[in-house]
């Protein structure tokens, strides 16, 4: 069964500095992956998803996201934090070509320091 | 409608009684999943809808919760005999190709 491991439940970049949100997975299978954003009081909305093509994937709001096989990871990143982006995200897992369920680690909020 | 609906928005009740929430996915969606998010964590997955197969119940926590899907279209999440540890929000999403559609969710308070 696939799962995901979020390091970190908490991370605080300054404004203008890099974000990386670390997010490793489990699957027995070639995954698809995801990264939900979730702003204060508002509901959750795919940021962006890896599904076997290019190995770096970009999303809204200038977050980018590299599948590494051999590392089993798919980490956040934008090179300038914004104060908009103070959020809770939420890595996600699928097992390819399987009518399986997509399984959410538990995700990091990230806070933005003036 | 254009997104996934999920009624009531809140629902504040007693300890010891049922509840019923609600969720419309979008139309042509085959996949549904309820999850449940309480204060401060994460996405813990509870029930699984794809098509006509058998759902998947694995994540649902008790014998006092159920779930059932007229075919693919309203999903209702039921909780018996509520606790204070059932207070979270419940998220209702919907899938096509991969991605979720989440709805609003529907805040549950047990007092």
């Known amino acids: 069964a696939q799962s995901v491991t979020q390091l970190g439940s908490h991370v605080s970049v300054s404004e203008g500095a890099l974000v990386l949100l670390r997010c490793n997975y489990s699957?027995?299978?070639?995954?698809?992956l995801f990264w939900y954003v979730q702003y204060p009081n508002q509901g959750l909305q795919l940021l962006l998803k890896?599904?076997?093509?290019?190995?770096l994937v970009k999303g809204i709001n200038g977050f980018e996201a590299e599948f590494k096989k051999s590392e089993t990871s798919f980490h956040l990143t934008k090179p300038s934090a914004h104060m908009s982006d103070a959020a809770e995200y939420f890595c996600?897992?699928?097992?390819?070509?399987?009518?399986?369920?997509?399984?959410f680690g538990k995700g990091t909020r990230l806070h933005i320091l003036p | 409608g254009a997104g996934v609906s999920q009624s009531p928005s809140n629902k504040v009740t007693e300890k010891g009684k049922d509840v019923e929430l609600r969720c419309d996915p979008i139309?042509?969606?085959?996949?549904l999943y309820w999850y449940r998010q309480r204060l401060g964590q994460g996405l813990e997955f509870l029930i699984y809808?794809?098509?006509?197969?058998?759902?998947?119940k694995s994540g649902l926590p008790s014998d006092r919760f159920s779930a059932e899907r007229t075919g693919e279209s309203v999903s209702t999440l039921t909780i018996q005999r509520t606790q204070q540890e059932d207070s979270a929000v419940y998220l209702c999403?919907?899938?096509?190709?991969?991605?979720?559609?989440f709805g609003e969710g529907s805040r549950l308070t047990v007092l």
């Open positions: 999403a919907s899938s096509t190709y991969g991605e979720l559609f």
């Open positions: 699957s027995s299978v070639p995954p698809y």
């Open positions: 890896y599904t076997s093509a290019a190995t």
């Open positions: 996600a897992v699928r097992e390819m070509n399987r009518d399986d369920k997509i399984i």
């Open positions: 139309s042509g969606h085959t996949a």
């Open positions: 809808f794809q098509g006509n197969s058998a759902p998947d």
